[in-house]
């Protein structure tokens, strides 16, 4: 008796480890990543252009992921370059080649401006950083 109970409990603790492998891997594909910039003047004259300097930190690494820049301007009038000299247009999508860029926001107007910048991936997550401008006029300066 003793024997076959022996055999039964080798029988289901064999079964239960096989049971407990798998041959499939489990692979994560989405990780998740943040925008860090360096600090930004808060005050901006009619056609200065302010650097923003950003770098992308990912939670980890898989190679097929893609990373995307957007912006939007819901206050005031500007434009906003990378750092290979491509303008961005308002909601476009374009490809981020880098981890770490630049952007160049060029004022347009004597108002106080803010963009939104949105950095997606491939896998739906999204990054939003908000940049505001107070106008500083050259009558400001002088006095």
């Known amino acids: ?34 925008l860090v910039t360096m600090p930004i003047p808060k005050k901006i004259t009619q056609n200065e252009t302010v650097e923003i300097r950003c770098k992308l930190i990912k939670g980890g690494n898989y190679s097929e992921a893609k990373y995307f820049i957007r912006y939007f ?29 630049r952007l160049y926001y060029t004022s ?5 401006q803010t963009i939104d910048v949105y950095i997606e991936d491939t896998g739906g997550q999204v990054v939003q950083k908000t940049f505001s401008f107070q106008n500083e006029s050259v009558k400001e300066e002088i006095e």
């Open 108 to 112: 347009h107007c004597q108002d106080q």
């Open 1 to 34: 008796m003793k024997k076959t109970l022996s055999y039964f409990l080798y029988t289901m603790l064999i079964a239960c480890i096989v049971c407990a492998c798998s041959d499939s891997l489990n692979i994560n594909q989405v990780y998740g990543f943040d």
């Open 73 to 101: 301007q819901p206050d005031g009038n500007g434009q906003l370059r990378m750092d290979n000299g491509r303008t961005l247009s308002p909601n476009d999508l374009f490809p981020l080649t880098n981890d770490v860029f």
